[in-house]
């Protein structure tokens, strides 16, 4: 799962960017002022920092210019100031983007898709979590060595739940993930894979325990 780190003193603006993002699949970490990012930054090793500028006790310049001495983590500065000086200050200090308030999610998630597809390593040919192993180029999963029989849907939408372990996956989220957004059906297609794979993974499929029910939500994959 991807981890983002969060800092930006104003709460709302925070809450509000953490819940979105959250609920995008994103693991998220928050901080509310440059000191407390940068011990974050050293002791989680997020995978992109989202950086508000104006920040009590070290502003995001500084952080930025800290955080580029010490690791090539994604930065994406967040700034209410949009003159040509303060952007080319901002991306001088190491910011690999930056956005100006006000903006849109789909706005926000799209600079942070380009900014992480700039920085992507060569992605993993295998998924594994417990005695799950997916083999995705293969397409084929095994539990404890034994191959499962294993439904495409069904192997996409394990694929899924795993590569965002411990997050909360709402069925509207699974659907456009697993099915696509042209998909013509409702959540309870999810509802009904779900059952489907338990019986598959889980020792007890009445009372499982990798994939958890988050009642009036969706989903949560805890391996």
Known sequence: MTKLLIVEDDQTMRETLSYNLTREGYAVIEASSGIAALDLARERKPDLVLLDIMLPELDGLSVCRALRHETDVPIVLLTARSGEVDRIVGLDSGADDYIVKPFSLGELLARLRAVLRRGHREPSTKLESGDLALDLVGHRAYRADQQLNLAPKEFDLLAELIRHKGAVLTRDLLLQRVWG??????????????????????????????IETVRGIGYRFEG
Do not use: N, Y
């Open 181 to 210: 957004f042209d998909f013509g059906g409702d959540t309870r297609t999810v509802d009904v894979h779900i059952r489907w794979l338990r019986e598959k993974i889980e020792d007890d499929p009445a009372s499982p325990r990798r």
